[in-house]
C-alpha cells in the first residue's frame, strides 16, 4: 500500500516543452507539498496546499503552477521548461494538526535536455 | 545566511560506532525540529520528531534539542551498513515565515561493514 504515490518516476524532456507530474496520497490527509531537491541533496519547498489555501513560495516562477482536482491529489504542471528545472521533485503531505509530519513520496526525476 | 546549516559531510564510519550528526539554526521561531533520512534515489522518511528541548531516545537513534544554542543533534548508536543514507534536519515554526518546514542540506552516511 503505496501511502504517497508520484508519476512518472522518471522524465525526460526538452527545452521549452510542458510537463505534469501527478501526486496521490491515501493516508487521508488534508495538506500536500511540492518540494524540489537540487542535485546537492537541497529540499525546498515549493508549494503547500489544502482545501483552504495555497500558499505558494515566492522564488518559485510563475511557470510551474500546482493543481488540486481533490483533497487526494496535488499535480504539478511547468510550463517551458528551462535546463534549470532539471532536479527531483517531491511530493509529500501531512495531517492538519499542527505538527507537520510530512510523509514523502519517491520522487520524480526530471532531466530537461 | 541559511536559516539552517548542516554539515553535508560525507562521514563515514566503521560498522558499531557512535554517529552525530548536528545542526544550527538562526530563526528563533522554529519550535519543532525532526530528522528525516532518505536512502538513495529513495523519499526522505520521518525519523525522529521532537518539540522541546532535550532528549528523545527511540531505538538506537536520539535526538537531541538545545533551544538556547539553537542546536540539534542526531546520536546513531551501534551504527549498521543499513544506517547508510542521506540524513536531513527539519524543523518549523507555528506562524510568519517559520510556518513552512525548512530543511537541512543533508549529512551524507556511510557505514561501512
Known amino acids: 500500500d503505496t501511502a504517497v504515490s508520484q508519476t512518472p518516476k522518471y522524465l525526460v524532456t526538452q527545452m521549452g516543452n510542458d510537463k505534469s507530474i501527478k501526486c496521490e496520497q491515501n493516508?487521508?490527509?488534508?495538506?500536500m507539498y511540492w518540494y524540489k531537491q537540487d542535485s546537492k541533496k537541497f529540499l525546498k519547498i515549493m508549494f503547500s496546499?489544502?482545501?483552504?489555501?495555497?500558499?505558494i513560495n515566492e522564488t518559485v516562477p510563475n511557470r510551474f503552477s500546482p493543481k488540486s482536482p481533490d483533497k487526494a491529489h496535488l499535480n504539478l504542471h511547468i510550463n517551458s521548461l528551462e535546463l534549470g528545472d532539471s532536479a527531483v521533485y517531491f511530493c509529500?503531505?501531512?495531517?492538519?494538526?499542527?505538527?507537520?509530519?510530512?510523509?514523502f513520496g519517491p520522487g520524480t526525476r526530471l532531466t530537461v535536455l | 545566511q541559511k536559516e539552517v546549516e548542516q554539515d553535508p559531510g560525507p562521514l563515514s564510519v566503521p560498522e558499531g560506532a557512535i554517529v552525530s550528526l548536528n545542526c544550527t539554526y538562526s530563526n528563533s521561531a522554529f519550535q519543532y525540529f525532526m530528522w528525516y533520512r532518505q536512502y538513495s534515489r529513495k523519499g526522505p522518511e520521518l525519523l525522529m520528531y521532537?518539540?522541546?528541548?532535550g532528549n528523545k531516545e527511540d531505538g538506537r537513534f536520539t535526538a537531541q534539542v538545545d533551544k538556547s544554542s539553537k542546536y540539534i543533534s542526531l546520536f546513531i548508536r551501534d551504527s549498521q551498513p543499513s544506517d547508510s543514507a542521506t540524513y536531513l534536519c527539519?524543523?518549523?515554526?507555528?506562524?510568519?515565515?517559520?510556518?513552512?518546514?525548512?530543511f537541512g542540506s543533508g549529512t551524507q552516511l556511510t557505514v561501512l561493514p
Open positions: 496546499y489544502n482545501n483552504k489555501e495555497l500558499i
Open positions: 521532537t518539540y522541546s528541548s
Open positions: 493516508l487521508g490527509h488534508d495538506t
Open positions: 527539519a524543523m518549523k515554526g507555528s506562524s510568519g515565515s517559520a510556518r513552512q518546514l525548512t
Open positions: 509529500a503531505s501531512s495531517r492538519d494538526d499542527g505538527r507537520d509530519e510530512q510523509f
